[in-house]
């Protein structure tokens, strides 16, 4: 890469000119500010101590070097202590010829290592997934894919809270309402007829809490009194002593939610290479913590209860196991953490949790440290912020929340509309629109969410996520079917892009017939060389993305492409441009924009239409 060939021959430069050698590390490398003229900028003030001149002198002891001895470099400019280069357009033209039909272009190869294990989705199986998991669900998908593209080995893994006192209460609330309705006599999906018990449980359960108050209790005793709650701690206890009317009622519910939840999962386009349930490893996390108590690590109190003490971490104590023998979240969280790191050994271990769980993961990291495991440094949270409506914030259990199945429906509705009034479908048919109209709502959905920087909160407005002409999703996917409709039309028009050999027949030597009165020279207009800085920067822009473990980064660097070709597309004419040459190199770029939109798209998990 040409960043390579300005370091080694800024350290030559050093070299040769001051007598001194000097690491890479020393050398301050940036692409050049897009208000300034140039393409790179080599900071030069970490060097003045080693040159004893003005910044101004070392940049053009540095320039006059770097572009005799470089043949790429066509001029350079000074700016105070900032050295700027400008490539020649030979460099843009031959990285284009040598890349526009890579099929592996900004990806790296797999390596032969640890793999990474990215975990996300985690749903409670008594409720239906909403807004909230479609964000952790895109989150996750999109950084697996980054990762790979990387070169990472990466499993993707979906644990999933099968067990504990929020299934307990769904369950419960059935057994008392219930009256035997199934997803086909309710003609609700499975993970939504659960999910209505959750919410009249916690009807019932706030009646309860209520009444208590009135009798004269404390509102926190009487949150622990109610009647309710403790029906469901029963079951929980019966439920981990493997009662048999008990786990029979459990397999069955959660049996109707998995089923509700693939049908989310297929619709929403997220995978996951290994399904785990907390039901298969929370034991290990006893286990753990057993070991853990024997050897003196952890304390139990006169009730039972087993603790571990982190007040020496400037943290409190946390609970592992309660009184009655029964594990909580952090149980089951040291437990597969174990499992994860005995069958896989990954190099890393990220878990995609939203951020009110912060001191949930700085906790695990202790204890796991505090029993020995040394690689708990191997685990990594990213925690992203919370998504938000126009209207407010959602509850589950008070029934508020936005199901993912029924935003989903909302935003095909939304981009069915959109699109009918803009008339892009008008020769399209039925099945064909049914597709598109699919592939607008969900990229919409998709590159909204993925375009924020994940530490952020959000606000999510399905009706400005739809918008071809601002920074969403549709007008990206708009950008690419023009792409591919100019394509078509130059292929109708007799000009072709296959390559003769390795470097496209426009970029051959030889010079034109004597009767054509064609140059043979390509003159680039500004912003196709823009156009190529930017596919230039894509490799970079993944390697970005994926040390950051930011899908927005990919997300906007999409955008600014498709705004740039956009820009080119309106003043740059293609196939009514006279010198054949010139047509062909814009439709190169064309060609190769439009492949790495979809690469970039495709990393997010977002698919492009070919025709729009």
């Known amino acids: 890469m040409i960043e390579q060939l300005l370091l080694e021959k800024t350290r030559e430069a050093v070299r040769v000119i001051y007598g001194q050698e000097i690491s890479a590390e020393l050398i301050g490398f940036e692409k050049t500010k897009k208000e300034i003229e140039g393409d790179f900028t080599i900071v030069v003030f970490p060097l003045l101590r080693i040159s004893r001149k003005s910044p ?116 419960l609330a059935y057994m008392k309402w219930g009256n035997g309705e199934t997803p086909e006599s309710s003609g609700m999906k499975g993970d939504h007829l659960v999910g209505k018990y959750y919410v009249l449980f916690d009807k019932q359960y706030k009646e309860q809490v209520r009444a208590l108050k009135e009798s004269g209790l404390q509102e926190d005793e009487a949150e622990k009194q109610a009647p309710l709650l403790m029906e469901a701690q029963e079951i929980l206890r019966k439920w981990e002593a493997r009662n048999q009317e008990t786990f029979d009622l459990w397999r069955m519910m959660n049996g109707w939610v998995y089923k509700g939840f693939d049908e989310t999962y297929n619709h929403l386009g997220v995978r996951f290479d290994l399904v785990q349930h907390e039901s298969s490893t929370y ?35 946390k609970v592992l196991l309660r009184a009655d023998g029964t594990s909580v979240y952090m149980t089951q969280d040291l437990g597969t953490a174990q499992l994860r790191y005995n069958e896989l050994n990954p190099l890393k271990m990220i878990y995609v949790v939203g951020n009110e769980q912060i001191y949930h993961f700085d906790v695990l990291k202790i204890i796991l440290k505090k029993l020995g495991c040394e690689w708990s440094d191997r685990i990594f949270h990213l925690s ?24 989903m429906e909302e935003m095909y509705q939304t981009a069915e509309k959109t699109t009918r009034e803009l008339g892009k479908v008008n020769e399209f048919s039925d099945d064909e629109a049914t597709n598109l ?59 072709s892009l296959q390559a003769t050999g390795p470097v496209p027949r426009v970029f051959e030597t030889e010079r034109p017939a004597a009767r054509s009165p064609q140059p043979a020279v390509i003159s680039l207009k500004p912003v196709e060389t823009s156009i190529l800085k930017m596919l230039y920067a894509f490799p970079q822009t993944i390697r970005q993305a994926g040390a950051e473990y930011s899908p927005a980064r990919i997300a906007n660097y999409a955008y600014e492409l498709a705004k740039e070709y956009n820009t080119f597309y309106q003043e740059i004419p293609v196939l009514k441009e006279e010198n054949r040459k010139m047509a062909e190199t814009r439709l190169l770029i064309s060609a190769f924009t439009g492949e790495v939109i979809k690469r970039s798209m495709s990393l997010l998990g977002i698919e492009v239409p070919s025709r729009m």
């Not at 843009?92 to 793999?115: A, H, I, V």
């Not at 992203?384 to 935003?407: C, I, N, Q």
């Open 56 to 171: 101004e002198a070392t940049a053009h002891d540095l320039g006059e070097y770097l572009k005799t001895n470089i043949d790429w470099i066509r001029e350079y400019i000074i700016i105070k202590g900032f050295l700027n280069i400008t490539l020649k357009e030979s460099f843009w033209l031959e990285f284009l010829g040598g890349n526009w039909n890579e099929p592996d272009y900004g990806l790296q190869q797999t390596r032969d290592e640890q793999p990474v294990i990215v975990e996300y989705s985690s749903p409670n199986t008594n409720k239906p997934l909403h807004l909230g998991h479609i964000r952790n669900n895109l989150l996750g998908f999109s950084l697996g894919k980054i990762l790979e593209a990387n070169g990472f080995r990466v499993i993707k893994v979906n644990l999933v809270n099968d067990r504990g006192i929020h299934i307990c209460k769904s369950m």
């Open 437 to 495: 109209f699919s592939m607008i709502g969900l990229g919409a959905l998709k590159y909204f969410i993925l375009k924020v920087d994940p530490k952020k909160n959000m606000l999510f407005d399905p009706a400005e996520s739809i918008d071809f002409t601002g920074n969403t999703g549709p007008f990206i996917q708009y950008t690419y079917a023009r792409i591919q409709s100019l394509l078509r039309k130059a292929e109708s028009a007799g000009l």
């Open 283 to 317: 034991l290990s996390g006893k286990d753990l913590v057993m070991k853990g108590l024997e050897q003196g690590l952890l304390n139990q109190k006169d009730d039972g209860s087993i603790w571990a003490d982190l007040k020496d971490e400037g943290l409190d104590e």
């Open 384 to 407: 992203y912020g919370m998504v938000e409506l126009p209207h407010g914030k959602m509850k589950s259990r008070e029934g508020t929340v936005v199901d993912a199945d029924d935003l």
